[in-house]
C-alpha cells in the first residue's frame, strides 16, 4: 500500500527496488547505495589504487567474455562485441567481478526477498528508486545522468534467472569507464541513494506468510 500510494505521487518515474539486509550510511548519515566497483564492506570506498586493479580486472574479464561469446557462438554477439555497458550487465548479474552497475529489480517481492535470504537478525531494507520511462534493452537518460539495462534483453537466451527475477541495473551516463574519469565526479554524485524515493526497514522473520505470500528463491 505504501508501495502503491508513492508510485502514485511519482507518476512521472518508474520504480525500481533494492534489497539489502543492511542499510549503509555515509559519514551524513545518508543511506549509501553504490556500484560494486566503487565500495568496499560497510561505508567504506576503495582508493585510487584499489579502482585501478578493479578496473583492469573489469577490462581482462571484458575481453574474455567477447572471446567466449564468439566462440561458443552465443545470440547477441554482436552487441555483446559493440556495447560495454551490455558487457557490465552480464559480469556483474554472474558475479564475475565487481562493475559500476548497481543490481536491483522491478519486483517488490523479489526485492524482499533479498533482503531477507540468509539474514537472521530482525531488520531487513527495501529501497526505492525514482527512475525515467524505460524503453529497450538499455534506457539512456541525459537529462537524468542514468543508464537502465534490462537483464533479460542483454543476458543470453540460456540463462532464466534474469526473467524470473525481473532484474535490472543501473549505472551513470555517461558511463564511468576508468579512474581518471571517476574523479571528475564527486563521491556523492556517485551513490545512487540520491535517486531514492524512500527506505522500508522491516523484520524478515515476521513478514513472509508460507502460504500466502512465501519468499521468491534468490539462487
Known amino acids: 500500500m505504501k508501495v502503491a ?3 502514485f505521487l511519482n507518476r512521472d518515474h518508474v520504480f525500481m527496488f ?3 539486509s543492511s542499510d549503509y550510511r555515509t559519514t551524513k548519515h545518508n543511506s549509501m547505495l553504490k556500484a560494486s566497483i566503487f565500495r568496499n564492506d560497510g561505508n567504506r570506498v576503495p582508493g585510487n589504487t584499489a579502482l585501478e586493479r578493479r578496473f583492469k580486472t573489469l577490462q581482462k574479464a571484458e575481453d ?5 561469446y564468439a566462440s561458443e557462438k552465443f545470440n547477441g554477439f554482436e552487441r555483446v562485441r559493440r556495447h560495454r555497458v551490455i558487457r557490465w550487465a552480464i559480469l556483474q548479474h554472474y558475479e ?7 543490481d536491483v529489480t522491478s519486483s517488490l517481492r523479489i526485492a524482499a526477498s533479498f533482503a531477507t535470504d540468509g ?11 525514482g527512475v525515467p520511462n524505460i524503453s529497450g534493452a538499455v534506457t539512456a537518460s541525459s ?4 543508464q537502465i539495462i534490462r537483464l533479460s534483453s542483454a543476458c543470453p537466451p540460456d540463462a532464466v534467472r534474469p526473467h524470473i527475477q525481473e532484474g535490472y541495473l543501473l549505472g551513470e551516463y555517461p558511463e564511468i569507464s576508468d579512474v581518471r574519469q571517476k574523479n571528475h565526479y564527486g563521491i556523492w554524485e556517485m551513490d545512487f541513494g540520491r535517486r531514492l524515493i524512500a527506505k522500508f526497514r522491516f523484520n524478515p522473520k515476521s513478514f513472509w506468510s508460507s502460504e500466502n505470500y512465501p519468499p521468491a528463491k534468490t539462487g
Do not use: K, M
Request: proline share 6%; aromatic share 10%.
Open 5 to 7: 500510494e508513492l508510485q
Open 18 to 20: 533494492r534489497g539489502q
Open 64 to 68: 574474455l567474455l567477447i572471446e567466449r
Open 96 to 102: 564475475v567481478c565487481p562493475t559500476p552497475l548497481l
Open 119 to 129: 539474514n537472521d537478525s530482525e531488520e531487513a531494507y527495501i529501497f526505492a528508486f
Open 143 to 146: 537529462e537524468a545522468g542514468l
